[in-house]
């Protein structure tokens, strides 16, 4: 009996230990980021790590202007039997 409370306490002991640390790498990586994309990530080849929101869409925006300027992005998909094409 007293092998399986040891048990039981050690098990519990490691789980409070395992979601404690999770909490805080999480809590200190929204404390780091703050509201800011992550370094070192790319759409295409516009890099965006460090920008907030708002700069990080007007960097795609202004990147892909001119490469949708003038043409359009054709999105198809197919689910059974219903076909869509979207121009955008």
């Known amino acids: ?3 399986q409370k040891f048990a039981i306490s050690m098990a519990l ?3 409070m230990i395992t979601v404690f640390i999770s909490a805080t790498g999480f809590l200190s990586m929204s404390v780091f980021l703050n509201g800011r994309v992550p370094p070192d990530i790319r759409v ?8 907030n929101k708002q700069e990080a869409v007007q960097k795609i925006e202004e990147s892909y202007e001119n490469t949708i300027k003038d ?6 998909y197919n689910t059974g039997n219903i076909n869509k094409d979207f121009r955008v």
């Not at 295409?44 to 920008?51: A, E, K, P, S, W």
């Not at 043409?71 to 198809?76: E, H």
């Open 44 to 51: 295409g080849h516009t890099d965006i790590g460090g920008l």
């Open 71 to 76: 043409d359009f992005i054709n999105i198809s």
């Open 13 to 15: 002991s490691i789980l």
């Open 1 to 3: 009996m007293k092998r």
